[in-house]
Every structure is written in C-alpha cells, then in structure tokens.
C-alpha cells in the first residue's frame, strides 16, 4: 500500500490521541472466532533484507542487525507510517522460517509494549487500518509457539485498535485512507469474538465510501493508478472475507470493482505494469492481475478513457496519456504537473517513460518528480504546467494550483492506425500559450508521429505572449520537448546526429527522428522508483527551441527501426527492483 497522505490537523490529532486512549480503558477480551486465511504475501528479497539487519522503508535505509525497528530514528513521517503501517510484515512470512518469525514476533509485541496504550505516531486510522488487516493476515504466524499471556496482549491490543477504528475512521483522509481504516475495521469485526457488532455499520459506512470515492469513470479523486489498484485490492479482500462469512457483499460495494477494472485494464501497460502517473508507480506485484481477476471484468473503457487518461494501443505496444488537468485541493497532495505527458511500452520493456514519484528520495526529490520537466512533455520557459502552493503548511501538504482548467480531447482513427489530439490552457497565464499535442499510433504498433503546437489563440493571449516576448528583448521565448527513457534503454545518436536509436534488451531498435528545425540533445535523467535506495540513472532526449510567432509546431516520431523483427521472443530477465544490501 502507498504512504500515509500526510499526518492531520491539529484537532484530528486531538480526536485520534483521545480516541485511542479511550479504546486502552477497555478490559475485555477477545479471541479468533475463526482463524483467517492469509491474503498478502510479499518479497522474499525484502524478508531477508529485513533478517539481515538492512532496514529499508520510504527510501531511507538503515543498516542495523539486531537493533529494533522501534529503536531506530526514523527521518520522516514517511518512514514512520511504513513502520506502523506493518506491510513489512508480508515480506517476512514470505520468508516464512522459524528466524523470520521470530522477528516477526519480537518486533509485534515491541509495538504492543511501546504503543498499546494509545501513544505515538501509529494511531492514525489509515495506519491503524493496515496495521488491523495485517495482525490477522498473519495471525497464525505471529500467535505460533507464544504463551497464553502474550497471545492476551495480542488480542486485547487487536480490540484496542478496533475500537480506535470504530470511532475514527473518518477521520482518514477521502480515498484511499478511508478504504484502509474501513478495511481493518470490516475484518477486526468479521474475525473476533465480540466485536461482530462491528460488521454491519462498517461494511456499509465502506459500500458508502464506494459510491462517494468511485467515480463514474471508476477513477479516484487523486488520479494516482497505484493509489486506485490498491483500493480495489482491498475491496476484493473485504469482499473474499465476507463472502467466506456467508455475508453477501454490499451492491455498491461490487459496482465499484465493476467500474475501477476496465479503468485499470486501460492504465496497464503491455508489461503489465501501470503507468506512471501522480505518484504511482507500477503497482505491487501480482496485485493488479490478482484484482483483475477477482472482477471477472474483461474490457476496458470503450472510449479508452478513464480516470483522466488515454490509451493507444497496436500490436505489441501501449501508449498511455494524461488528459486532464491535475487533481485539485486535497487531492492534488501528491499530483504532477504532467498534461499531456506519455508513456510508451513496447512488449515487455518500457521504452519512454516519466520519471516517477520523488516521494521516496527526500523532499526536493519530491518537488522535482512533480515538475513539468520531469515528464515526457513540452516544459516552457523554465515553468510547469501547474504550480506548487507557496501557501501549503508542509511538504506533504503542497498543492497543485494554477493548472490547466480547458483540456479538451478526441481520440479518432488516423488512415494508417489510432490519433490522440488534445491541448491545455496550462501556459495561457504565464505567456499566453496553449499547448496542443497530436500523437498517432499505426495499426502494427511499429511506430507513433507525434506534433507539438504551442498557439497564442485570441487577442488576449496574443497580448500576454507579446508581453513575454518584450521581456526577453524579442529573442523567443524556450522550450524544451522532453522524452525519458527507461534506464534499461541503450541510447546513443544516429549515425547523422539528427536521430536517437533506442535497443531494448528484448533486441528491438526504435528510432527518434524530428523535423530538423530545433536543437536536439540526448542528456541525463533519472528514474524515481519505489524500492530503491537512490534515484535510476538514465537518460532523456530533449528537443529544443524558442517559440517566435503566435504559432510554433515541432513533428518527431518514433518508430522501430526497419529490421526489427515484427515478434520479439523475449526472455531477457529483468533486474530485481530492489537492490541487493550487503550481499
């Protein structure tokens, strides 16, 4: 599951610490009225790191064998909801031997002895939540060999918590972390004794949820793709638990799986991954086939629309777009300023990408991945289409203001394969210039023109873009087409310095080519990535110019290379995300 969006108010942490402290006072006990069935597993690479000392969570690694995780100075809230959230967890019992639950089982009930009674950083009710799911996730394993006084301490801990949930959970932030508070709490309710009171109102205060977060579209207000597969995830969790139960699912409940699946089937890339997009990343593994699967639903959007987000697809190759305006207000917390940005996914391998979330590196690492520049598209004059608020109390806290309000859109048939057209007002109030984007895929997937217009559309707009053109002494004012390229992408010049050949490690060549009117530059970038201790170096092509008139175009393509076969057998292994520590 993603992060914490970000630690609450003042008089949400008065409520949460109150809460919690109230759920302490309660002496009753408690015991599995039925031993649950695990659901999660995670890395077995991650369990071992973990075994070995090599404490890895929200981009920060701490080499500390034998030392507690609770023991350990965290350097963010980031850091500390991965701790008190407990997915690690997954990763041990996918280890599953007698050492890892040890430690499993030592750094449970260091949590229960520290935290138990209503103080630290963990009492949140999205973290609470997820810490819920999980302690009886791995009941079995973390309750195997312990004695009758410690397995009370689980217990009344686990009621503790469900009853903080019980009175909070709407104290979660919209979206995801309410999904993960409701989530706890559903399955606290259907798996011990005494709190069976606690199914119903749960179960519908999440059908609700379903109906108010899920929208038409089956998109999230945050238009984050990890974000929307981990809440369908979760609600096919709830929706195996009770069902197990003999408890029908709510209906609003199924409609909303029914409408996030073709929403996510138009999100995944040929690799199977998601795309890259407002702070999501490619999704946990075996998690969106998993979801998919459980929905029975085998379409995508028919307009290939959702969430905000275009498709092309052709033969082995996936284009991806964003073709809206960013989210706003809360839900802008982890947006970019990326319309009109793409990836593209030949087969197996991602060919150009956007650089990802930045959350995991540090705070200006967090800023940066949210810039225009950080996305395969035009970036002008050193702006982004949207602005962080200056205003905004914290870094998790930032909103994304001043972005594109007009993005209109059509997807249509081109003679020879699929077009996208769109265009955003994002630079009308800076220079007085919309940006328009053409991309056309063919019908075989082998190649995809593309075209850039930068228009000054009205008087107005015509005025404000003379304006910034006195400002530079009417020396044009620059941009900078950008396309990313994944770290396993070889890229160096054509032989005539005019193009880029790009070889995957499935043996395919593609080619950039442009018109032969702007300067182009094959330059360094990075890929942010989950899981890792440092940003991916790569590298990024960057078409560049000024823009003189109120009309400026650039053509570029991209399209495989003439003897590139039309099927690619590819066996090529990938590199594990997560880096070996101390092999």
């Known amino acids: 599951?993603?992060?914490?969006?970000?630690?609450?108010?003042?008089?949400?942490?008065?409520?949460?610490?109150?809460?919690?402290?109230?759920?302490?006072?309660?002496?009753?006990?408690t015991a599995f009225a039925k031993l649950p069935e695990p659901r999660t597993i995670g890395s077995f690479a991650k369990g071992r790191q973990l075994l070995a000392g090599n404490y890895l969570?929200?981009?920060?690694?701490?080499?500390?064998?034998?030392?507690?995780?609770w023991d350990v100075a965290a350097p963010d809230n980031a850091y500390l909801s991965e701790t008190h959230g407990f997915a690690w967890l997954d990763d041990l019992a996918a280890v599953g031997d007698i050492a890892t639950r040890?430690?499993?089982?030592?750094?449970?009930?260091?949590?229960?002895?520290?935290?138990?009674?209503?103080?630290?950083?963990?009492?949140?009710?999205?973290?609470?939540?997820?810490?819920?799911?999980?302690w009886i996730n791995h009941s079995s394993l973390l309750l195997r060999g312990k004695d009758e006084a410690a397995t009370d301490r689980f217990y009344r801990s686990l009621r503790q918590?469900?009853?903080?949930?019980?009175?909070?959970?709407?104290?979660?932030?919209?979206?995801?972390?309410?999904?993960?508070?409701?989530?706890?709490?559903?399955?606290?309710?259907?798996?011990?004794?005494?709190?069976?009171?606690?199914?119903?109102?749960a179960t519908k205060a999440l059908a609700g949820e379903c109906t108010?977060?899920?929208?038409?579209?089956?998109?999230?207000?945050?238009?984050?793709?990890?974000?929307?597969?981990?809440?369908?995830?979760?609600?096919?969790?709830?929706?195996?638990?009770?069902?197990?139960?003999?408890?029908?699912?709510?209906?609003?409940?199924?409609?909303?799986?029914?409408?996030?699946?073709?929403?996510?089937?138009?999100?995944?890339?040929?690799?199977?991954s998601l795309a890259r997009f407002h702070g999501g990343g490619r999704g946990a593994e075996g998690w969106l086939d998993h979801a998919l699967a459980f929905s029975g639903i085998k379409k995508r959007q028919p307009d290939g629309l959702s969430m905000g987000y275009a498709r092309l697809s052709a033969g082995r190759t996936s284009v991806i777009i964003d073709a809206a305006g960013p989210p706003t207000d809360q839900a802008s917390f982890g947006a970019h300023a990326s319309t009109l940005a793409f990836e593209l996914t030949s087969g197996r391998r991602p060919l150009i990408v956007n650089c990802g979330s930045g959350a995991n590196f540090g705070i200006e690492w967090r800023r940066a991945g949210r810039a225009t520049p950080s996305h395969s598209t035009i970036s002008l004059d050193g702006y982004s289409s949207a602005m962080l608020d200056d205003d905004s109390p914290d870094a998790l806290h930032e909103r994304l203001i001043d972005g594109p309000t007009h993005v209109p859109i059509e997807i249509s048939h081109a003679p020879d394969g699929l077009?996208?057209?769109?265009?955003?007002?994002?630079?009308?109030?800076?220079?007085g210039l919309n940006h328009m984007r053409t991309l056309e895929l063919t019908f075989d997937g082998r190649g995809m023109a593309g075209e850039d217009m930068l228009l000054a559309v009205d008087d107005t707009a015509k005025r404000r873009f003379e304006k910034a053109m006195s400002a530079r002494n009417l020396a044009g004012v620059p941009f900078d087409?950008?396309?990313?390229?994944?770290?396993?992408?070889?890229?160096?010049?054509?032989?005539?310095?005019?193009?880029?050949?790009?070889?995957?490690?499935?043996g395919e060549i593609w080619v950039f080519r442009h018109d032969d009117t702007r300067r182009l530059a094959l330059t360094p970038s990075v890929y942010l990535e989950k899981g890792r201790l440092e940003p991916r170096a790569t590298q990024q092509i960057v078409l560049s110019g000024k823009v003189m008139d109120y009309a400026t175009r650039i053509r570029w393509s991209v399209a495989k290379a003439q003897d590139t076969a039309i099927g690619v057998r590819d066996l090529n292994r990938d590199d594990p995300v997560l880096p070996l520590i101390n092999p």
């Not at 259907?190 to 119903?200: A, D, I, K, P, V």
């Not at 077009?419 to 220079?431: A, E, L, N, S």
């Open 481 to 506: 087409i950008r396309f990313h390229l994944h770290p396993e992408v070889d890229a160096t010049y054509d032989l005539d310095g005019n193009g880029v050949a790009m070889a995957l490690k499935s």
């Open 102 to 134: 040890d430690l499993a089982q030592d750094w449970l009930w260091g949590w229960i002895d520290r935290y138990s009674k209503g103080g630290g950083p963990g009492w949140l009710p999205d973290l609470t939540g997820r810490r819920v799911f999980r």
């Open 212 to 272: 108010r977060q899920i929208d038409d579209e089956g998109g999230l207000p945050t238009r984050n793709p990890e974000d929307l597969l981990a809440a369908c995830t979760l609600l096919t969790w709830v929706s195996s638990a009770l069902t197990d139960a003999g408890i029908t699912t709510p209906d609003a409940q199924m409609q909303a799986i029914e409408r996030i699946a073709p929403t996510l089937r138009t999100l995944r890339h040929s690799d199977g």
């Open 419 to 431: 077009r996208f057209k769109g265009g955003h007002d994002g630079y009308v109030p800076t220079h």
């Open 1 to 29: 599951m993603s992060h914490s969006k970000g630690y609450p108010g003042r008089k949400d942490r008065f409520l949460n610490r109150l809460s919690a402290r109230r759920a302490t006072l309660g002496r009753a006990r």
């Open 161 to 201: 918590q469900a009853m903080f949930l019980s009175r909070r959970w709407q104290g979660a932030g919209p979206g995801l972390p309410r999904f993960e508070a409701l989530t706890g709490l559903v399955h606290a309710g259907l798996f011990l004794n005494g709190l069976e009171h606690l199914t119903e109102p």
């Open 57 to 69: 969570f929200a981009g920060y690694l701490a080499e500390a064998p034998g030392v507690s995780i």
